[in-house]
């Protein structure tokens, strides 16, 4: 399927429009061999028109993803864009930036009919200052087999391939891991020893033919390639705009570049994948109308007063900020009664999206509410077209609930993927890292694995009636509806389906603070191949290690804990380093 189509031009405003003639060097139309040549070095100069502003960046956004985090990223460090719209914009650039977003095949579809494919070759070649972000190096090698084999821009030589999730490797590799840098470049200064977020199926393999190129590798399964650095061409596999304060600061050097100078950095070894601690706040309208951050018990969050009233544990922007500030890995947003409200027609929760987004340079995941609908006047909106919103207000991924499990029931009644489902279509245009499921299941005890047709576990305390087995049965709506599916089938299902992530909630554990539900996080951590965030229940970091030992858990997400501050993020993060978790600190 293509993308959606590309932006509509924006206007420049205020932006400098005015441009100077700059002499950069040329090493026009050739793919370096196998020296270390660098592109430039020794060669002539020409003269090529550019921007006078030092201080615009030239965005390259065909519109198929979240680029607002990019956006951001750049505004907040005091650079202004200027966006493309034509392939002239890209040869007139003084510094170009291209966060591919989406499939390779779709960006090359826009990339070659728009011209803009030439221009980029063209704009490398003259070795301008360049940042491909994550889709924005796949794009340079040659091809990639992501819907192919598709060809690439030709830049570097390599395939793009997909990670191999054939012995058990968890994909998309989603999460914080650190670099071992290769190359003396004091771009990655920043990134020595830290962690930088990365989330990719697809990734470039170090070869003969480009190690040239390459500025540092990372393991995920295989060693991958995470940068590449060439004269002023430089590519990132992972998020600058989402690694917090070593993102920005990369980004920093990068766009304010004078990228030829050197630093011999330290040789680390590249880190395991850092296990993710998440921030969550469940977020709805209380009686007054206000949007507020609100925290259940066993999916419960009135008081439990006269009153009734929906518990009030802050405002949404200024508690995710905080929470970024204190060192969550991610940070989410749950719209809970996104089930009967139409997100749309919510718009404090996009503004909330839009604001909490200019200040949280780590994933922001939102849900609630997406599925397909009919407005009061009889006007249809696709969940495409809900999630489309989400993003385009700075979500980079979306949760889906409710609607994942009708996905999952059709599609385990008649085997058939109609390829119509929510799931199924954002996954398609985004990609399935972009797209989390979350499940939130009841337990329910049996004497024995034979009395349901659901997986059940062994549970490690027994039933109210000596019961030694459970099921856990997918609810929807928040919990007050429940369904004939366990967590076990809807996870399988929703990974066939297009899911990269499942958001594990537990609906007994939700608020209690006795920990994580160890044996349904171990049953569903085991059953898929995409990671899986443990949820509900968190109430001491002992907990957070727990739930790491014992289970497959990618992440652990915690809200009341955190919003009540009992337990600060940066205790939590301790605790794991003490307990040999490799954590992002
Ligand atoms: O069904 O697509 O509209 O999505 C609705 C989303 O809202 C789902 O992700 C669903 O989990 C969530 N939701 C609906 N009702 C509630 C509720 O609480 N009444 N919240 C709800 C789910 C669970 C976690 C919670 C953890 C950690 N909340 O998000 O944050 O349990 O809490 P704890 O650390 O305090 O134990 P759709």
């Not at 930088?196 to 033919?209: G, N, Q, T």
């Not at 630093?263 to 601690?277: D, E, F, H, Y």
């Not at 039933?463 to 928040?478: D, H, I, L, N």
């Not at 044996?519 to 970091?541: E, H, R």
Request: hydrophobic share 35%.
């Amino acid at each position: 399927m293509q993308p959606p189509p590309p932006p509509l031009p924006q206007p420049l405003g205020a932006m400098a429009t005015g441009a100077a003639t700059l002499t950069v060097p040329c090493s026009v139309g050739r793919r370096p061999k196998r020296s270390s040549q660098r592109r430039g070095s020794g060669s002539a100069s020409v003269s090529v028109r550019a921007s006078s502003d030092a201080n615009t960046v030239t965005l390259l956004d065909y519109g198929a993803g979240n680029v607002r985090s990019v956006r951001n990223a750049i505004r907040h460090l005091g650079f202004g864009i200027r966006d493309v719209r034509s392939p002239e914009d890209i040869l007139a650039a003084d510094r170009l930036v291209f966060p591919g977003v989406g499939a390779f095949g779709s960006a090359m579809d826009v990339l070659n009919s728009t011209g803009m494919a030439d221009a980029l070759r063209e704009y490398i070649q003259r070795d301008r200052p360049f940042l491909g972000i994550c889709l924005g190096l796949q794009l340079l090698f040659d091809s990639s087999e992501e819907n192919g084999p598709v060809s690439g821009l030709g830049v570097i030589p390599g395939v793009i391939r997909r990670f191999d999730s054939s012995k058990g490797l968890i994909v998309p590799h989603i999460g914080w891991n650190a670099l071992e840098i290769t190359k003396d470049t004091q771009l990655l200064q920043g990134a020595d020893g830290h962690h930088v977020y990365f989330v990719h199926s697809y990734h470039a393999l170090p070869s003969d033919a480009n190690r040239d190129w390459i500025s540092s590798i990372c393991n995920y399964g295989d060693s991958f390639i995470s940068s590449i650095s060439m004269g002023n061409i430089q590519a990132v596999q992972f998020h600058p705009e989402k690694s917090g304060d070593t993102g920005l600061s990369i980004l920093k050097k990068i766009l304010s570049a004078n990228p030829s100078g050197t630093k011999v950095p330290a040789r680390r070894k590249a880190s395991k994948l850092a296990k993710r601690v998440i921030a969550c706040l469940d977020v709805r309208s209380n009686d007054n109308g206000d949007l507020v951050v609100t925290k259940g018990d066993q999916y419960d969050v009135r008081e439990h007063t006269s009153s009734k009233e929906v518990r009030n544990l802050g405002k949404p922007v200024d508690l995710a900020s905080q929470y970024y500030i204190d060192g969550a890995d991610e940070v989410s947003f749950l719209n809970i009664t996104g089930f009967r409200d139409f997100p749309l027609g919510d718009l404090p929760m996009l503004e909330v999206l839009r604001c909490a987004s200019e200040k949280v340079f780590v994933p922001l995941t939102v849900g609630g509410g997406i599925r397909d609908f009919t407005d009061a006047n009889g006007r249809y909106y696709s969940s495409l077209e809900v999630a489309s919103e989400y993003f385009r207000s700075g979500a980079d991924k979306i949760s889906i609930g409710s609607d994942a499990v009708y996905a999952a029931e059709a599609f385990l009644q008649t085997g058939v993927k109609t390829g119509k489902s929510s799931l199924e279509q954002i996954s398609r245009v985004y990609g399935n890292q972009a797209v989390v499921v979350s499940i939130d299941p009841r337990r329910v005890y049996v004497n024995s694995p034979e009395d349901v047709p659901f997986k059940t576990v062994k549970v490690s305390s027994k039933g109210p009636s000596g019961e030694e087995y459970a099921w856990y049965q997918c609810t929807v709506s928040g919990g007050r509806d429940s369904r004939p599916i366990g967590a076990y089938e809807l996870a399988k299902a929703v990974e066939e389906l297009g899911a990269g992530e499942i958001l594990l909630n537990c609906i007994d554990c939700d608020g209690q603070g006795c920990g994580f539900d160890i044996d349904l996080v171990k049953m569903v951590s085991d059953a898929v191949t995409i990671p899986v965030i443990a949820s509900s229940g968190a109430g001491a970091v002992e907990h957070f290690s727990e739930v790491f030992e014992k289970t497959n858990a990618s992440a652990a997400l915690a809200a009341g804990i955190f919003h009540r501050k009992e337990v600060p993020i940066l205790a939590v993060k301790e605790h794991l380093v003490d307990a040999g978790v490799e954590v992002r600190v």
